[in-house]
């Protein structure tokens, strides 16, 4: 009897633990909706290179100036209509050496010489495009039959302090494609 007695005891209290968990309710749902698609575009060079102009430190007047701006356009080949996509945009990362998460500019690379000064991004809107930011830039159009997809930006020199140190500028980041 007292053998039957203890599993009846220890199915007792499993009932109560149990029943004590599935009295909770949930509070709502959380659902999560994505896709993955083929690689439709890519980057022909696998470098890309903007050489900004020399801007005298006299033209930062206070911290977040922006200077000497250099228009360029980044080129993708995408090949049209490629798994349902008709749209692209990028954005811009990197590790915390190579991007500020806080400002969201460029950090100067350890060679560079200049002070107190990043490179922001800028899009065709003169939308300041912030690197590591999950900002983007706004969609082009991927144009039928037409493999070379141009996006076109323009980088500045954004100062971080009040007064900027004269020197050699250098900075590097990673470029993501972004379908929609």
């Known amino acids: 009897m007292p053998v039957r007695h203890f599993s009846i005891a220890r199915l007792s209290l499993v009932a109560l633990l149990l029943a004590g968990t599935s009295a909770q309710a949930a509070d709502g749902t959380i659902s999560f909706t994505g896709e993955i698609v083929a690689a439709n575009c890519t980057i022909p060079t696998a470098a890309t290179t903007v050489t900004l102009p020399k801007v005298s430190t006299s033209a930062f007047g206070a911290s977040g100036t922006r200077a000497g ?81 141009r996006i076109p930006l323009s980088a500045w020199y954004k100062s971080t302090a009040d007064t900027v140190t004269a020197g050699t500028v250098k900075a590097s980041g990673n470029i993501e494609i972004v379908y929609q």
Do not use: E, M
């Open 69 to 149: 701006q250099k228009a360029f356009q980044l080129v993708l080949k995408c090949a049209a209509g490629a798994s349902g996509r008709n749209k692209v945009s990028v954005r811009f990362t990197g590790d915390d050496t190579q991007v500020d998460p806080v400002t969201g500019l460029f950090r100067l690379t350890s060679d560079s010489t200049a002070k107190d000064v990043g490179i922001a991004v800028y899009d065709a809107n003169d939308d300041w495009v912030k690197a590591a930011d999950n900002d983007s830039t706004p969609p082009v159009d991927i144009v039928a039959g037409d493999d070379t997809t």
